[in-house]
T-cell receptor
Framework: DQQVKQNSPSLSVQEGRISILNCDYT??????FLWYKKYPAEGPTFLIS?????DKNEDGRFTVFLNKSAKHLSLHIVPSQPGDSAVYFC???????????FGQGTTLQVKP | GAVVSQHPSWVICKSGTSVKIECRSL??????MFWYRQFPKQSLMLMAT?????????EQGVEKDKFLINHASLTLSTLTVTSAHPEDSSFYIC?????????FGQGTRLTVV
């Protein structure tokens, strides 16, 4: 049972445009959500997070939106840069366990 | 952010041998660390939760006798893949949670030949 889903395996955008990565979840107990960026053969790098009490969190070019009623979150990157090309994972956790459940990842390619 | 160091970054071993992977929190103490595994083009799957001073908690389907976890101090957790087989070849990643964020090690690419 995939509790966290990223239904788009890949996304290609032009440099300077907006990248929107989507993530859906099924477990209503999740109360904290995170986005990670990962390059091959490296550990994930934390990007941005959001608590379930908020619907938006912004950090520089990265904004995460949370729609609890739809159990959906998205990561917006604007403007997109070629260096943003990587695999992006969304992850969710519940309570204070620290355990993260990851989505399958979306490969983002930003073309110059 | 907090730094989690994982060693080695890659290892090749013969089938039947054991491999130990270390995960260290460099600038903080971690009572709990987590071990994940990622197969090519798949998601990170939680294997086990490593608790300092007590037994690890394994996720369903993960063999505790095969993947030995030791969290002997507040800054070190180790994962030992015992009697490794080619199907254990994967990317193993540890993490430690600090407040509401999880920080990850660099990962270890294990290849069993």
């Amino acid at each position: 049972d995939q509790q966290v889903k990223q239904n788009s395996p890949s996304l290609s955008v032009q440099e300077g445009r907006i990248s929107i990565l989507n993530c859906d979840y099924t477990n209503s107990m999740f109360d904290y959500f995170l986005w990670y960026k990962k390059y091959p053969a490296e550990g994930p790098t934390f990007l941005i997070s959001i608590s379930s009490i908020k619907d938006k969190n912004e950090d520089g070019r990265f904004t995460v939106f949370l729609n609890k009623s739809a159990k959906h979150l998205s990561l917006h990157i604007v403007p997109s840069q070629p260096g943003d090309s990587a695999v992006y994972f969304c992850a969710a956790s519940s309570g204070n366990t620290g355990k993260l459940i990851f989505g399958q990842g979306t490969t983002l390619q930003v073309k110059p | 952010g907090a730094v989690v160091s994982q060693h080695p970054s890659w290892v090749i071993c013969k089938s039947g041998t054991s491999v130990k992977i270390e995960c260290r929190s460099l600038d903080f103490q971690a009572t709990t660390m987590f071990w994940y595994r990622q197969f090519p083009k798949q998601s990170l799957m939680l294997m086990a939760t490593s608790n300092e001073g007590s037994k690890a908690t394994y996720e369903q389907g993960v063999e505790k006798d095969k993947f030995l976890i030791n969290h002997a101090s507040l800054t070190l957790s180790t994962l030992t893949v015992t009697s490794a087989h080619p199907e254990d070849s994967s990317f193993y990643i540890c993490s430690a949670r600090v407040l509401a964020e999880a920080f990850f090690g660099q990962g270890t690419r294990l290849t069993v030949v």
